[in-house]
């Protein structure tokens, strides 16, 4: 069975280059393109959200010309922009879905992961944090702002908001890892805490990560 990838946080250096050692923060690198998948899937299964092809794309692109602020047109052409790696013009249209109806939890959602990806992380942590009060019970809104709050270095808001989505799901196997990722940050290392999040991500189907083997195993009395 072929394992997915976590949304998962590798140390990089300021130069890009993935690094080897222990880092004071895993949460340095940008959203990984396994995100895209993950978002894509999820408006799929809570929207009408239309396959990238010329024509889906062509019929978006007349409606919001003939509806500026038809909001539901605005997302599914921003989340397709956003799979073909176009992110000024996802954000641009995300934005604008946005504003043409403020209660639209999943534009905003996805306008915040664009924003993190994209390493807007104070317009990341906004968007998000919209999203989540829109829709409190979302798991993947508080999976993604934990993530975005750790990458600010807020490890013990990052840890709520991870343990906030396993409480709404259990079974995401990304709030698992990432909760591993924040316990081997803290001073000294949660390691065991570490290391069932991390074993319980593997079970949900996350691939191994060689990085925090390494570390959990270097942490062993």
Known sequence: MHKKTACRFPRINPSGATVAGPSRNLFLCAFCAFLRPILLCFFVATTSFAADTPAARARLEKTVAAEPGNATALLELGLLEYDAQHFEQAQKLLARAT???????????????????????????????????????????????????????????????????????????????????????????????????????????????????????????
């Open 99 to 221: 504003q043409a109806k403020p209660e639209l939890a999943p534009a905003w959602l996805a306008l915040g992961v664009v924003a993190c990806e994209t390493g807007k992380l104070d317009a990341a942590l906004a968007a998000l944090s919209q999203a989540v009060l829109l829709e409190p019970r979302n798991p993947k809104a508080h999976s993604y702002l934990g993530v975005t709050v750790g990458r600010k270095g807020w490890l013990d808001g990052a840890e709520a908001e991870l343990q906030r989505a396993l409480e709404l799901d259990e079974s995401l196997a990304e709030p698992h890892f990432n909760l591993a990722v924040v316990y081997l940050q803290e001073n000294p290392p949660m390691v065991e805490l570490a290391r069932r999040h991390y074993h319980r991500a593997l079970e949900l189907g996350a691939a191994p990560d060689s990085l925090v083997e390494n570390q959990l195993k270097g942490s062993k009395q």
